[in-house]
Each structure stands twice: as C-alpha cells, then as structure tokens.
C-alpha cells in the first residue's frame, strides 16, 4: 500500500490566510466616514431646520455631556451593566437547559412549548409593571425582565440547533452503537452551538433593553432612571449622553458574545 | 438461495445472510416496498458489490444488514446472529455516501470517534490506531486537517478510515466514491483493494457504475426496481490484485457487458 502522497500535498491550506493588516485598515476606514457623515447630517438637520436644542441638541452638546456628566454616566451604568449582564446570564442559561429538557422529552415539549410561545408574545414593556409590582423595585424585577428577554430567542434558536442533525449523522451513530448522551454531547451541542451563538447576540443586546425598560419603571438609578431624570429635566444633551453609554454597554456585550464564538466556534458549519 | 444442506455446509463461512426479506415504508402516499423477498449470501472475506438503477433498494439493503433497518418477513443475520448483535459487537463498518465527517473534529479525531462511544462495547476490542489508517489511507501528513480543508476524495478517505478503526468484519458502503471524478475514484478504487488485501474483511459495496462494479468484486448483484428485489448475480473471476489497466482487457469487457445486460433488462 503506496500512500498517494501527491494527493496530500494540494488541496486548501490548513487555515485561510490571515487577512493584511491594510484590509483592516480599509474597513476601520468606511465604518469611521459612516459615522462622520450621520453626525454631520444630524448637525445639518437640525441647523437648517431650526431645532430647537432641548428637542434635539446638537452633536457638539452631546459631546460635552459625554465629558461633563462622565460621573454621573458611569456611576450609572454600573447598575444597569449587572441587571442585563445577569439577567442574560440567568435568560439565556435557562433557555439553554429548558431547550435540553425539551429535546430529550417530547411529551413536556408538547405541554409547554405552546405556553412559552403565549409568554413570549406578551411585550416586555406589559410584563415589566406587574413585575415590580410583585418584586418590588429592587434588582429583582430588573434581573427577570432582562432575563425574560433573552430567554426566547435563545431557547428557540437552542431547540432548533439541538434537533439540526441529519438522518445521516444519527445514522452514523447508531451504527456505531452510540447512546443518546453520546449522541447528545458528541453531536447535538456541537449543531447547536452556531445557532446558540446567533441567539446569544440578539439576547445579549436585548437584555440591556430589558434593563433599561425596568429602570423606567421603578428605579432611581441606572440608565434607564437617568433617562427618565433627563427628559423630565428637559436635559437632552444629558439624554443622548446617556443613549450613548447605553448602545456602548449593548455594543460590549454583543462583541464579548461574538468574541467568544470566535474562540468556540473554529469550524466552518456546513 | 441453494438447499438447506448446502447451507449449512458452509455456515461457518458465511459472513452475511439476508433470506426473502422484505422491507416497506408507510408514507403519506401509501406504503413504498423498498425491497422484496430478497435473499442474498455473502461469505467471509468475500468483496460483493452491489449496482442496480437509483431507488430500487441498495442503501435499504445495506441499512438492513447494519441494523438501521428492520425487515417485515424474513431474515437478516450476521455471522449468524442478528445484526443488532453484530453492530453491538462493533463487527460493522459503515461508509457514507457524503462520507459524514463532523465538520468540528480534525481528521485524526474524525477516526477517533468510534473508539469514544459505544460505552462499554467498546472497550477491550482489538482497535486500530487512528494515526496508521490515516497513513493508510494516503492521508499522513494531513492528520489536523479539519473536513472543510479537504477534498471530496480525501474525505472519503477519512471516513474509510474512521470505519476500519474498530476493525469490523464487515463493511458496507454506500456508493462511498459517486461524487468523485473518474480518476480519483479509479485511484481510491485501487487503494480500496489493498485495504481489502491487507486486512481481509468482507466488503458490500454499493456502486452505480458497472465498472467500479466490476473491477471491485467478486461478484457483482444486479438489482431491479419496482419492487426492488435481486435480478442477477454475475461472478467476476478475476484474479487479485487487479491493476487499472484491467478495464481494457477482453475478459473485463465481457463481463462488464454482462452487467450492462442484466441493468437494462432489470
Ligand atoms: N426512510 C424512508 N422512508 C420512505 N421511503 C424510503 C425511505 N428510504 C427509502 N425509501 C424508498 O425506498 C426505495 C429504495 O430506496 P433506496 O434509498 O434504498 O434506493 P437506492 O437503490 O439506494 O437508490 P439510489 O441509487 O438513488 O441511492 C425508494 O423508493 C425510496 O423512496
Ligand atoms: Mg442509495
């Protein structure tokens, strides 16, 4: 037996090439000229338009707030960080094992899918009173909206990657005389982790709109409370300041989510 | 097939015996006979294809002898016993037709797969070690390589090799070469028969071309459709090792003829 040796040596490389460092570049460069036109056309707007400022401040305002109110930004997102941070953790960690449940046992998925399915429809912003209402407005109801709203998308998208084998692949295992905690760890989570992941990136941001949104309704502090201060206060500058800190914090998440794909998901699926 | 007595004469030699068996499928159209009274022997270290026209049973069949499949009447044994008990027994080897590699696992892991499950099985049978089949397969030097970094023909390498690991007795596969160009499939062809040579386990290859067919077995099976069911078997008495060049010769040509006729007339 002569191996083909020939054969061997083509074929694509071990890892596609690293992309150069000025492609990068290039990209670094569209993303920033976006950014620079939107505020540009956003300064345009509102000097055309006359905007009033405590309607719509301009860019330059904003930025000052960004500066001047940095304190009271930070000291703000911290609450808000944890609420989301943990109410993902806990929505999407619960979803990830109600999916488990779910798939090894057809009778419970049959009860109480339909249920979840009603839950989910019901918007967060309706669920949100009553639950102050019973937790008070503590961290509690704060944690079950975020993680209310990464729940559903995660145990969705987990379900449907769980049961994403092809006959052939069970097949496999069945003649390999596989038992269905092998099928399941050897095979199930590894289908299901791209669709974990594309899950993950929508609750993560979505739990920063469930914090917020529970702020609205019973804190004083975090950046949903700050929201509420500032409109109230007429203080807009203070009001995108805070819009900002609140898409960077979702930002943080989204790319915390994705880098940790990057480390976990190394195949290409099919 | 034969009397009872010849049967049983040459019971200790026969690795595969599928008698009159049928298999059906409920649909939603009704019930499809995949395969009917189909009866088929094989013997120990015997090289078997298979070629018949597309749906007329040849993976049914091959699934029934893996114990993925379970006949209505009749009966399907492996070294005598039931197929459960051969798959359970890690006595089949089984080769895709899209070769079913799990695209997160290197090559090597590919192989490795069939020693980490089967739980207690597994253990305390005589394996292969990955790296070798790997090697043996024409594929050193390519052991991290994940399946996405592979070739058609490479991946099937792998998953020949992944079925040989826990060096079953008998391997089916399913058209393991049909996506692959002529070339490649005449070389892996070639590499296929030293396998066999080398480690002597009784091979069900399934095949839609006459002459993979040909040049493969001992004997060829011709099945027919509607219902699928065995038309002829052909014996190719021709010596091993069989060299490319064979296909030109006139006792290939006449047998492969012979095939031919059996396929338009099944
Ligand atoms: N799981 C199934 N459910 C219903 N019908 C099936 C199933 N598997 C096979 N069949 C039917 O059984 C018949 C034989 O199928 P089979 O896959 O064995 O054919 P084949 O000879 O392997 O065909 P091909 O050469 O195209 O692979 C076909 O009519 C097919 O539609
Ligand atoms: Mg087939």
Redesign the pocket.
């Given at each position: 037996m002569k191996p083909v040796t020939t054969l061997s040596e083509t074929g694509p490389p071990r890892r596609p090439p690293r992309k150069p460092w000025h492609n990068y570049l290039r990209t670094a460069f569209w993303v920033i000229l976006g950014f620079v036109i939107t505020i540009a056309a956003w300064q345009a707007i509102i000097t055309i338009r006359d905007v009033p400022n405590y309607v719509v401040p301009p860019p330059g305002d904003v930025w000052e707030s960004l500066n001047n109110d940095f304190d009271t930004l930070w000291r703000n997102t911290k609450p808000t960080a944890i609420e989301s941070i943990g109410g993902f953790l806990i929505g999407s960690g619960g979803a990830i094992v109600l999916a488990i449940v779910f798939v090894h046992s057809r009778i419970l998925r049959r009860m109480f899918l339909p249920v979840v399915i009603v839950i989910r429809t019901i918007p967060v912003v309706a669920i949100a009173p009553v639950l102050v209402l019973m937790l008070g407005n503590g961290l509690a109801p704060k944690l079950v909206i975020a993680a209310l709203i990464s729940f559903f998308p995660t145990l969705v998208n987990m379900v449907e990657g769980l049961e994403s084998v092809n006959s052939q692949s069970l097949e496999l295992f069945r003649v390999l005389s596989a038992n269905r905690w092998e099928v399941f760890w050897k095979l199930r989570i590894y289908k299901s982790l791209p669709f974990l992941f594309a899950s993950l990136k929508i609750a993560s941001t979505a739990s920063v709109i469930g914090a917020v949104v529970a702020e609205w309704i019973g804190s004083d502090k975090g950046l949903g409370a700050l929201i509420i201060l500032s409109t109230f206060n007429f203080r807009t500058s203070l009001l995108y300041a805070t819009m900002v800190f609140a898409s960077i914090l979702a930002l943080v998440l989204f790319a915390s989510v994705a880098l940790l794909e990057r480390l976990v998901v190394r195949w290409q699926p099919e | 097939m034969g009397s009872g007595e010849l049967r049983d004469n040459q019971d200790t030699d026969t690795a595969i015996e599928v008698a009159h068996a049928t298999v059906r499928?409920a649909?939603d159209q009704g019930d499809?006979t995949?395969l009917k009274d189909v009866s088929v022997e094989i013997g120990v270290g015997q090289f078997v294809t298979i070629i018949?026209p597309?749906?007329?049973?040849?993976?049914?069949l091959l699934r029934l002898i893996a114990d993925l499949l379970e006949p209505v009447s009749g009966s399907v044994s492996v070294f005598g016993a039931p197929p459960s008990q051969a798959r359970r027994a890690r006595q089949l080897g089984f080769v895709f037709q899209d070769a079913a590699l799990l695209p997160w696992r290197t090559a090597i892991k590919n192989v490795e797969l069939p020693l980490e499950v089967g739980g207690r099985t597994s253990r305390d049978r005589p394996t292969r070690d990955p790296a070798e089949l790997l090697d043996l397969v024409g594929l050193a030097g390519r052991h991290q390589a994940y399946p996405q970094e592979l070739s058609g023909g490479m991946r099937q390498r792998v998953s020949i090799a992944r079925a040989l690991v826990t060096q079953p007795q008998v391997l089916l596969m399913d058209?393991p070469f049909g996506a692959l160009d002529a070339i490649t499939r005449n070389r892996l062809n070639v590499e296929l028969l030293n396998i066999w040579a080398e480690i002597g386990t009784t091979i069900v290859f399934?095949t839609?071309s006459i002459d993979e067919a040909v040049f493969l077995g001992q004997r060829v099976i011709v099945m027919s459709t509607n219902p699928?069911s065995v038309h002829t078997e052909i014996d190719v008495p021709i010596e091993y090792p069989r060299a490319p060049d064979l296909r030109e010769e006139p006792g290939f040509v006449a047998i492969a003829a012979q095939v031919r006729k059996g396929l338009e007339t099944a």
């Open positions: - | 499928f649909t499809i995949a018949g597309s749906g007329c049973g040849k993976s049914t058209e399934v839609h699928g």
